[in-house]
């Protein structure tokens, strides 16, 4: 950030930095002494699994997006309510956020080598990048040696996680918040290359946009039509599956954003991305360049988002059991 820009923002300044200053204290190959085998343990594990349920990878690299930007990366997504305590986990904005008991899984195994060693927190980032390359999407680094964190707020998923109906200076906002930039926000979004949603998430764009039975002027019409005849065929529907990226939502592809320019963007945050010319910037590179370049892009915007306010050195803890804070 340069220092004009730092003048008018030095709220975003100081976050910027201290995010910044975090990141240099992750370290690729944290465990190597602590617990050499730990990030083959999980590899193995998702590399056994996630070919028998590819659907899992998204959800699972989603759940960093929702750890991350959420107290950042510290698990905090991953625990449970107390008697007193309402978590993010049972936020509305983790409407099917599914793979919890996958990191459980990889959480026994870890416990079992090496007993309080390994993070949740490393966990989460490690398993959604192996997820990811199993199934053919691009590959990033994951220094690790971040801990958990103790708290967890369903009122702060609510207020850090943008929603499926904001517009672009919100979701610009909110990355923003997190040291994440245009050019983040629209690789980030990228990941709706893969995985689904609910028929919920974008019924007011095709039934009822502004309560006079309208739909989103910023949809294309006959994709509109479609949704409502074959797949979202009443208003409240809310059970129906439906791909953001439909006949490629298994592969991490530039589709995605082929769709944006189609009008096609199945969320208001989506279709939002063709609004703002920075944004429309990022968008043409991408489909002007290979998919590679779009998987050399996403991994440095991966990177920069798993350093999100990472805890390090003595703060927060190792948790023993990822949903419960250690006693
Ligand atoms: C830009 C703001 C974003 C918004 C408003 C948003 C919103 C949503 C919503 C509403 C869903 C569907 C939930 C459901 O109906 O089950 C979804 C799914 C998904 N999101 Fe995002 N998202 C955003 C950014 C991201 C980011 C940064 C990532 C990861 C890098 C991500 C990864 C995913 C994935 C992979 C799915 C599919 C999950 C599945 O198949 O279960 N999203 N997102
Ligand atoms: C956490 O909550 C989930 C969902 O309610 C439950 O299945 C799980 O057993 C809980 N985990 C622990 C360790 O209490
Ligand atoms: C659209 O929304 C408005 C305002 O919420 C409501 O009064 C109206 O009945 C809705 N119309 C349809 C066709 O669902
Ligand atoms: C997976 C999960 O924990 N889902 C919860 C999300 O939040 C709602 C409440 O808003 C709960 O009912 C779900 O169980």
Same mark, same amino acid.
């Not at 590399?47 to 590819?54: G, S, T």
């Not at 899992?56 to 750890?67: E, G, K, S, W």
């Not at 910037?281 to 996403?298: G, R």
């Given at each position: ?8 923002? #030095? #709220? ?8 910044g ?10 465990y190597e002494?602590s617990?050499?085998n730990a990030e083959?343990?999980v590899?193995?594990?998702v590399?056994?699994? #996630?070919?028998?349920?590819p659907t899992?990878?998204a ?8 750890d991350?930007f ?11 309510d107390?008697?007193n305590?309402q978590?993010e986990r049972?936020a ?6 599914r793979?919890? +008991?996958f990191i ?6 870890l /416990?079992a080598?090496?007993?309080?060693i390994?993070?949740c927190?490393?966990i ?17 680094k994951?220094?690790?040696g971040?801990? +958990?964190?103790t #708290? ?11 929603g499926?109906? /904001? ?6 906002t909110k990355?923003?918040?997190k ?5 983040d926000?629209?690789l980030?979004?990228? *990941? ?6 609910h028929?919920?998430t974008?019924?007011?764009r ?11 002027p910023?949809l294309?019409n006959?994709?509109a039509?479609?949704?409502? *005849?074959n797949?979202?065929k ?5 059970t129906t ?10 592969n991490f ?11 096609r963007?199945?969320f208001q ?5 063709i609004t703002?010319?920075s944004?429309?910037?990022v968008i043409?590179q991408l489909?002007?360049?290979?998919p ?19 805890k390090i050195?003595?703060?927060?803890q ?10």
């Amino acid at each position: 950030m340069g220092k004009k820009t730092c003048f008018g923002k #030095i #709220i975003l300044c100081v976050l910027a930095f201290l995010i910044g200053s975090t990141v240099a204290d992750l370290k690729l190959g944290f465990y190597e002494k602590s617990c050499p085998n730990a990030e083959k343990i999980v590899l193995a594990h998702v590399k056994k699994h #996630i070919p028998n349920v590819p659907t899992l990878a998204a959800p699972l690299l989603r759940m960093t997006f929702h750890d991350c930007f959420v107290r950042g990366c510290d698990a905090s997504v991953l625990l449970n309510d107390t008697s007193n305590n309402q978590a993010e986990r049972n936020a509305r904005p983790n409407l099917s956020l599914r793979g919890y +008991d996958f990191i459980d899984e990889v959480k026994s195994l870890l /416990e079992a080598e090496c007993p309080g060693i390994v993070s949740c927190a490393d966990i989460i980032s490690l398993v959604a990048r192996d997820s990811v390359v199993t199934t053919g999407g691009p590959y990033w680094k994951v220094p690790t040696g971040r801990r +958990d964190g103790t #708290i967890s707020r369903a009122s702060e998923a609510l207020n850090n996680l943008p929603g499926a109906n /904001e517009n672009f200076n919100a979701l610009k906002t909110k990355f923003e918040l997190k040291g994440l930039n245009i050019k983040d926000l629209v690789l980030l979004s990228g *990941a709706h290359t893969i995985g689904i949603t609910h028929c919920n998430t974008f019924t007011n764009r095709i039934y009822n946009f502004t309560g006079i039975g309208d739909q989103d002027p910023a949809l294309d019409n006959d994709y509109a039509v479609n949704l409502r *005849a074959n797949k979202c065929k009443t208003p409240t529907d809310s059970t129906t599956i439906v791909e953001m990226d439909p006949s490629s939502s298994k592969n991490f592809d530039l589709s995605y954003y082929k769709l944006l320019v189609k009008r096609r963007g199945l969320f208001q945050s989506d279709a939002t991305l063709i609004t703002d010319s920075s944004s429309i910037a990022v968008i043409n590179q991408l489909l002007k360049k290979s998919p590679l370049y779009f998987f050399a892009e996403f991994a440095k915007s991966m990177e920069k988002m798993g350093a999100i306010g990472v805890k390090i050195g003595t703060d927060g803890q190792i948790r023993k059991h990822c949903a419960l804070v250690n006693r």
